[in-house]
């Protein structure tokens, strides 16, 4: 049988099976007449309780959900016991199944993608999946829920009126600071992702290029660890440094002054 006829898909049981496009899609609904449509559906950042009910219902509803991690994934349908098949798609694979999600969706397919945690396409996959469907003409629809990064924002005490999101800094210091550089000037609130082994290296290097300005650190928000340190990009070095660190880090910075 052809890749084109299959698709690698985890069962309630996360156990890895191969099943034909007959066997998953019998149950397909022409509701959305002849083109099917695409589903940016945004998943809980680490609370299982924070999902809307629209979402839970487009999950339950869709022929099958586009999950970069399949098991975390997995752990959200069966505490909400759906059973919609699942399969993978991540920064590595998402070039070579995005053509075939593609003609599913313009063969009648209802598919929902959903990242690891938070909203698709925000530093996560889904950027190319959902411009090739809009090239294609597919009905692409939001199904709003949470970003960490607005999560984040919405409890810094930082202006909100005016903010840029940057997502992750580059990995090597060299281009982060050059990275960083350009955004000296910049008034508006700044938000940045960062890893826990880089997030030391990164707050020296804002130090260094920007000056000690102020910002919040959240770590691990919604979560049971959740940890928000408020002050200066120094107190949050020197409270950092003194313990391991772990988990998903949103860092907000203040803009320049004027």
């Not at 396409?121 to 889904?126: E, K, M, Q, T, V």
């Not at 409890?155 to 281009?175: A, D, M, N, Q, W």
């Not at 988990?247 to 907000?252: D, P, S």
Request: hydrophobic content about 40%; charged content about 25%.
């Amino acid at each position: 049988m052809s890749d084109a006829a299959m698709l690698c898909l985890f069962n309630g049981n996360n156990t890895e099976q191969e099943i034909t496009m007959a066997e998953i899609y019998q149950h397909y609904s022409a509701e959305s007449g002849p083109a099917g449509i695409l589903y940016v559906v945004s998943t809980p950042i680490g609370n299982l309780e924070d999902i809307t009910l629209r979402a839970l219902r487009v999950l339950r509803e869709v022929d099958f959900i586009c999950a970069e991690d399949t098991r975390k994934t997995r752990i959200l349908l069966n505490h909400y016991n759906i059973q919609t098949p699942l399969t993978s798609y991540f920064e590595h694979n998402e070039k070579r199944k995005t053509p075939f999600i593609i003609e599913e969706l313009k063969s009648g397919k209802n598919i929902a993608i959903v990242s690891e945690a938070g909203t698709p396409a925000i530093s996560d996959p889904g950027y190319r999946l959902i411009t090739h469907a809009l090239q294609q003409n597919v009905t692409v629809i939001p199904v709003p829920g949470l970003s960490a990064a607005i999560t984040a924002l919405s409890i810094s005490g930082l202006p909100v009126h005016r903010f840029v999101f940057e997502g992750f800094l580059p990995v090597k210091t060299g281009k982060r600071k050059n990275f960083l550089k350009k955004l000296v000037d910049e008034e508006r609130t700044l938000i940045f992702y960062e890893s826990p082994h880089r997030i030391l290296a990164t707050i020296g290097d804002l130090i260094e290029v920007m000056g000690n300005r102020k910002a919040v650190l959240c770590r691990e928000l919604t979560k049971i660890h959740e940890e928000k340190i408020y002050g200066e990009l120094s107190l949050i070095f020197t409270t950092l440094e003194k313990r391991p660190i772990k988990g998903e880090i949103t860092l907000l910075l203040e803009g320049k002054k004027r």
